[in-house]
């Protein structure tokens, strides 16, 4: 009997390669995107996950969340992305230039010392390179201490001079010899921290205010907006200026920054009141509102647990483009002098000390803070732009 002629193989699929294929293991990556796929298809999928599949294509998006994670890193500790402290001083280098990045191989990554000189046409201090002095640079530098968040002390620096007394100003200096890139990144301590806050603060005023004006309406609800449009009728910025001046000029840091904050929110809540209420209005008389309150569910809970998480997606949009306003503030009241003040530093008291012409002129390098203000902002109307976009339900 003739041996069975062997079967041929299919023209599509290979049965080894199909098998070792099945075999194979899948990988976690595989499985995560499988599993995302599946719940895309079946509408399965959570709500903060679909704003995040659009989201993330948006690339102007993408860019503000890199630039405003990299902005709040350097908040948390700016002490370690600095060279030095924004409080120490060389009277020495008072307005010295930015130095030069330079790389050799004896001396590796260095920057070159300034030699002060009187220029004799103006009769103003030029500094110049001094080639015989060499700073070495080195990373996890050694230096001024610090403390991370303000609690956890350290003395290490991203990027510093490898002999702790020497002094490097990558960004230059002020008028007092400090650094000024130690300066911008203490600042953003205060000003990117007074605009989350301040935000937060109004966000919980505006829900708890609009959400009761739209939620029962009638005398509360007339009542409510009457307050609103008067208090948004007052030129934003004599109010500010108004509450501000009545800081004493004795108090701490701690304290104006504290007034300061509940000042900004307490003026920027009504916004966000109107918003809710209207999203309250039209969200109010629907099944599951109905549902909850034949359950026996309190006015409360049906505030906070079914009508806003219908529309925190928009709520988290509007906060997302309100914190530039509130950086914006901050800024201009202490650029005015009606904020915070020396020894506090943030990104307006350093616009402050560069407001003289002459300061411009001789070094304007001390503008860098103004720069630092317009990219936060940026970011943040990429990003809030970009959440508006992806938490809109018939956006395409």
Not at 124 to 133: G, T
Not at 225 to 236: A, D, L, Y
């Amino acid at each position: 009997m003739p041996p069975p002629a062997p079967q041929a193989d299919s023209p599509h699929e290979d049965p080894t390669q199909a098998e070792l294929a099945r075999s194979k293991p899948e990988s976690r990556r595989q499985a995560r995107r499988r599993k995302q796929a599946l719940a895309l298809r079946d509408g399965s999928a959570s709500q903060t996950r679909l704003i995040w599949r659009k989201y993330r294509t948006n690339p102007l998006g993408l860019i503000g969340l890199g630039v405003l994670i990299v902005l709040y890193v350097i908040a948390a500790a700016p002490g370690f992305f600095s060279p030095h402290n924004a409080t120490t001083s060389s009277p020495d280098y008072a307005g010295a230039p930015p130095q030069q990045l330079r790389f050799s191989p004896e001396h590796g990554l260095h920057v070159l010392g300034l030699t002060s000189e009187t220029s004799l046409e103006t009769l103003a201090r030029e500094y110049v390179p001094d080639p015989e002095h060499v700073v070495e640079l080195r990373l996890f530098a050694k230096g001024d201490p610090y403390k991370i968040l303000g609690l956890i002390p350290a003395d290490r620096h991203l990027l510093g001079p490898s002999d702790p007394n020497e002094r490097v100003y990558l960004l230059g200096a002020d008028q007092a010899g400090v650094d000024m890139l130690s300066k911008i990144n203490f600042g953003a301590q205060i000003s990117l921290s007074i605009g989350l806050i301040g935000v937060l603060l109004s966000a919980l005023i505006g829900i708890i205010v609009g959400g009761i004006s739209g939620y029962f309406g009638g005398v509360a609800d007339s009542l409510i907006q009457r307050v609103i449009e008067f208090i948004m009728s007052i030129p934003t910025l004599p109010l500010w200026l108004g509450l501000a001046a009545a800081i004493p000029p004795r108090w701490g840091i701690v304290q104006t920054y504290l007034v300061l904050t509940c000042i900004l929110s307490l003026v920027g809540w009504t916004g966000m009141a109107r918003v809710i209420r209207g999203r309250v209005l039209q969200a109010r008389d629907e099944d599951f509102v109905t549902a909850a309150r034949l359950d026996g569910a309190g006015h409360g809970r049906i505030i906070l647990r079914h009508l806003m998480p219908s529309f925190m997606s928009h709520i988290i949009a509007s906060l997302s483009l309100a914190v530039p306003s509130m950086i914006l503030a901050e800024t201009a009241l202490s650029f005015l002098g009606m904020g915070l003040r020396a020894p506090a530093v943030s990104w307006g008291v350093l616009l402050r000390d560069a407001q003289q012409l002459q300061v411009v002129v001789n070094a304007p390098w001390m503008l860098l803070p103004g720069l630092a203000v317009v990219l936060t902002v940026v970011a943040f109307n990429f990003v809030g732009d970009a959440l508006r976009d992806a938490a809109d339900p018939y956006g395409k």
